[in-house]
Structure formats: structure tokens, C-alpha cells
């Protein structure tokens, strides 16, 4: 194991700033930086690959609601699942919100993929099968504090969706207008999110061995973003 992520059990914790501040230092390793990402946004794929994307990513989509009542089935907090409960009901939709799936599969519509391809997963690759899964996994096995860590990869989300909204348009001008509503509508979405995920890291990983392990459980997530898109440029090069 690399000594950066040992630690004494009597070595002091880093203060809240510090611990958060690390947690943040780890956007080095977004997906925003991969190399299909940095393409994507620099208007350099085909239609045909932009598609590929829009169909392996509605995989993340759909299992981030039962993701969320994974962490919502091991809290015994009820002050924190009547938070999180929001979370299921963004992407599920509830009443008149259709909610984030929904407003995905508007994009696949906009980006030239019918609904009923979008939702039979004929185009998913196993490694995003494989990756979103595992994520899944995680936050059913783990002790919910760290499903809630994992979640953190959202501090970096609000950036990606702005460049998308910024980009697209005139890299991509053939995709209809509408289908940008769920980047749109994830960016206020990912910071409350992101307030109330920190706010449990900071409360519950407070000594050094712990805060290590956040932010191991961090690069696991990040692992998995960019898994899904080392997959997802291997299965449309
Ligand atoms: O488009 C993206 O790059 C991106 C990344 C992430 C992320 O960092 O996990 C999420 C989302 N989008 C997103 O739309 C979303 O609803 C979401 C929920 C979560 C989570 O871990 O609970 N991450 C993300």
C-alpha cells in the first residue's frame, strides 16, 4: 500500500477546511479530463459516437435511483433519508416532474436514438454494464456514510454539464435544442446534492485513517466514471 494513504492511528486529522479541500484536490482525476470527454466537448466525435455515449450513459441513469435507495435502506437516520429521498425522486420523477430519466431520454430522442433502443440496452457495453454495477454494489454493502462519500464525484458535475451547455450548441448543431434540459437541470441539482453529501463526509470521516479512506472511496468513484468512458470509446472508436 502507498504511503500516502497510511496513516498512525495517533496522527492528527486534517481540520474540516483541510479534509475538504483533499476531497476537492481530487478533481485532477474527473472524467471531465478523459480523452473521449475532452473530445465530446471539443465537438470532435461523429454523430454515431455521440449516440454511443448518450446510450451507455442512460445505464448510469436509470441505477442511480436504486443507488440512492440502496443508501437510503442502510440509514437509519431519518433526518438524512428525508434529504436523500429527493434524490430518487429527481431522476424517477414524481407528479408532474418527469424527472431526470426522462429528460435523457429526450436527448437520446434529440440525439437520433428511439426510445425503445434507448431502453432496451441493446448498445451498452459490458465494461459500463460492469462499472455502473459496481458502484450499485458499493453503496448496498457499504456502511452508508461511505455510498454518501462516494456521491462526492457530484462536486465536480456542475462544471462538466456548464461545458456542455456551452459547447454543444455549436459543436453539435444537429442535436435538437431540448435535449440539453437535463444538463440544464442537474447543475443547481449537483450542488444542493453536493452540500449535503459534504456535510456528512465532514461530520463522519474525522480522523486521519478515516479521511484516507474517503478519499479512497472517492478515486473508487472516479475509477468508475472513467471505466465507463475507456469502455464506451473502445465500443465506437
Ligand atoms: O454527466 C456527468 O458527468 C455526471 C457525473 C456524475 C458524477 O460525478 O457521478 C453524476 C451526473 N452526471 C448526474 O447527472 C447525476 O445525476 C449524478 C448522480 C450521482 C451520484 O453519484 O449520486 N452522480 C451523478
Not at 459516437?49 to 440502496?70: E, G, L, M, S
Not at 456542455?164 to 435538437?176: D, F, K, S, V
Request: proline share 5%.
Amino acid at each position: 500500500m502507498n504511503d500516502a494513504h497510511t496513516s498512525l492511528p495517533t496522527e492528527q486529522p486534517w481540520t474540516r477546511e483541510e479534509f475538504e479541500a483533499q476531497l476537492r484536490a481530487k478533481g485532477s482525476g474527473y472524467h471531465i479530463h478523459h480523452p473521449f470527454h475532452v473530445k465530446m466537448n471539443q465537438g470532435q466525435l461523429r454523430p454515431d459516437q455521440i449516440r454511443t455515449w448518450v446510450a451507455n450513459r442512460f445505464y448510469y441513469q436509470i441505477r442511480i435511483p436504486q443507488k440512492d435507495a440502496a443508501v437510503m435502506a442502510n440509514c437509519p437516520d431519518r433526518e438524512i433519508r428525508r434529504r436523500w429521498i429527493h434524490r430518487m425522486l429527481d431522476h424517477d420523477g414524481y407528479g408532474e416532474n418527469e424527472g431526470g430519466i426522462e429528460a435523457w431520454a429526450e436527448l437520446g430522442v434529440a440525439v437520433g436514438i428511439p426510445r425503445e433502443d434507448l431502453w432496451s440496452l441493446k448498445q451498452l457495453a459490458p465494461g459500463v454494464r460492469f462499472a455502473v454495477d459496481a458502484y450499485v454494489n458499493f453503496a448496498r454493502q457499504a456502511p452508508w456514510q461511505e455510498a454518501v462519500c462516494s456521491s462526492l464525484t457530484e462536486m465536480f458535475a456542475p462544471r462538466i454539464h456548464k461545458d456542455r451547455l456551452a459547447n454543444w450548441p455549436q459543436h453539435y448543431p444537429w442535436i435538437e435544442a431540448e435535449g440539453f434540459n437535463y444538463f440544464r437541470s442537474r447543475i443547481s441539482l449537483a450542488e444542493r446534492d453536493v452540500e449535503h453529501g459534504l456535510q456528512v463526509t465532514l461530520d463522519h470521516f474525522t480522523t486521519k485513517a478515516a479521511q484516507l479512506r474517503a478519499l479512497e472511496i472517492l478515486q473508487f468513484k472516479l475509477d468508475v466514471l472513467w471505466s465507463m468512458l475507456d469502455a464506451i470509446e473502445k465500443a465506437n472508436p
